[in-house]
């Protein structure tokens, strides 16, 4: 008997498959940030300006402190809403997302505790890496859609994509906070001529 036939579809396989490009994702990451950190650490610490970057990107903490409560309740309250209607297939939508959050989150710690130069990375890396799994989350949705649409059309199959809609919406405005998220910490990280010479 079959992995599919036991479990009856293959939304276990989805989510092994999902666990582990997650893993190798985030076990690449910390390779290219131990590296990367090595390779700075001894020309970081002759920065002669290096306090004032580090004061510039602080900035960026309060943004980031708010995106991340953002970031939280919103998908939170999507699966609340959609999963009476969506079961399983909200949370392969929304747990990477979520779980990536957590993540991006220990590693900043973990690098501002080391005073690391390279927490600045951390960011962008987790910021770009989102847009990928929104987009993938997107794309399961949006593929969910297209099947129930040769279902029978009945209440059931009508809240269902109603349901799914809705998730698609949140995705969309999960992928604008990121947007926004990135372009702030880049606008802070090279900041304008003029206030670059305030700092």
Known sequence: MSFEAIFGDSLP??????FFTEALFYSGTAVFL????????PVFQFLPDKRSFINRLYGYRVVSIA???????????CLGLVWPWTGP???AAI??????????????QYVQHKKSPV???????FQVYRLHQLNRSAQLVS?????IRGAETTPQTLAINGALQTMLNFLQILG???????????????????EAMNH
């Open 176 to 194: 604008i906070i990121s947007l926004w998220s990135m372009a702030t910490f880049i606008f802070r990280l090279f900041p304008s001529q003029p």
């Open 143 to 147: 593929s969910l859609m297209l099947s």
């Open 119 to 125: 927490w600045p990375l951390v960011p962008v890396v």
């Open 89 to 91: 297939a909200a949370s």
């Open 95 to 108: 747990a990477p997302y979520l779980g990536g959050l957590i993540v991006q989150f220990a590693f900043e």
């Open 13 to 18: 396989t989805d989510f092994l498959i999902l």
């Open 67 to 77: 995106t991340l409560v953002l970031s939280v309740l919103l998908p939170l309250v």
């Open 34 to 41: 131990l590296v990367t950190d090595y390779m700075q650490r």
